[in-house]
């Protein structure tokens, strides 16, 4: 039986160093990180993520700075207060929730923001800077999982590592991250051929293709660790919904060495590390070292 990682614990334990580190920022150099969210539309679930962002950052001692705006608001609206933001010297960390509205680009939206600002890790200056080993802000959810993974395994080097997803937000950024922890790292998709194949060869599975319960016990090595990036809502008992992973958590449990289960295990430690993230850049910006871990 797999041992259970628990993100949701460790979401707690990394808010409360990143809520002291905060603390001793204003001891020290009276400076108070400060992250603008910017939300535009009505999305329910994007409103949830606002809210709840908000909260843990007022929580950590940071200032939280929320945007909302209506879904017809137009992108050279949007790039107005972008800029506002990129100007403003208490606002260390900016995100701009996506999806947003069909006649807004996020890519001109994101490359709008200042990089050292991109606490998302969206922008193309942070991929370049992830992808060649430069020091940069990372993406939210891969840094989540590598944290997990190296509280778990401790060094990772070596490790043949499987990410299944190829997508900007998590897929690729997660392959560099590991690459840069040398492990042998293998990008995976819905169009690898003998990907079950592909997946047992993997001392750690990273399941990241949107897919509910895709992966089976028997695509698992046995011991791997499997870090399982889905949140699925399927229909469950009696007409009501229920989250799932990309991984058939009762048959990997059954053969893995650790797995994070859905819900908490990858889902908390997204909002954590956009915590950590906006920490850095305050330091960053103020030419103070920074070490949370």
């Not at 614990?9 to 580190?21: N, P, Q």
């Not at 999982?145 to 950024?173: F, H, M, Y």
Request: proline content about 5%.
């Amino acid at each position: 039986m797999a041992k259970k990682i628990d993100g949701k614990a460790f979401a707690v334990s990394l808010r409360e160093r990143v809520g002291k580190a905060v603390a001793q920022l204003q001891q020290d150099h009276g400076l108070v990180p400060g992250l603008a969210v910017v939300l535009v539309g009505e999305d329910p679930a994007s409103q949830v993520y606002v809210r709840n962002k908000g909260k843990q950052t007022l929580e950590a001692g940071m200032r939280s700075f929320e945007h909302k705006l209506s879904d017809a608001t137009s992108e050279t609206e949007l790039l107005v207060l972008i800029d506002q933001l990129n100007a403003d010297p208490d606002v260390h960390g900016i995100l701009v929730q996506l999806p947003l509205p069909d006649q807004i680009d996020s890519h001109a939206v994101i490359n709008a923001i200042n990089p050292d600002k991109d606490v998302d890790g969206f922008h193309l200056i942070n991929v370049g800077r992830l992808s060649t080993g430069a020091p940069g802000l990372v993406p939210c959810t891969p840094l989540g999982c590598l944290t997990l993974l190296k509280d778990e395994l401790g060094d990772l080097s070596g490790k043949n590592a499987v990410v299944v997803g190829r997508s900007n937000i998590v897929g690729k950024p997660m392959a560099s991250l590991l690459l840069a922890e040398s492990c042998t790292v293998t990008i995976a998709h819905s169009r690898t051929k003998d990907l079950a194949d592909v997946c047992r060869g993997a001392d750690i599975l990273v399941a990241a293709v949107g897919r509910p319960e895709m992966i089976p016990g028997e695509w698992v090595k046995p011991g791997a660790t499997v870090i399982d990036v889905g949140i699925n809502r399927v229909e469950g008992a009696e007409g009501k919904t229920r989250l799932v992973g990309d991984v058939d958590y009762a048959s990997v449990e059954a053969v893995a060495g650790a797995v994070t289960p859905v819900p908490g295990g990858v889902g908390p430690m997204t909002i954590a590390c956009l915590l950590r993230n906006t920490v850095q850049a305050a330091c960053a910006a103020n030419g103070i070292s920074f070490d949370l871990d």
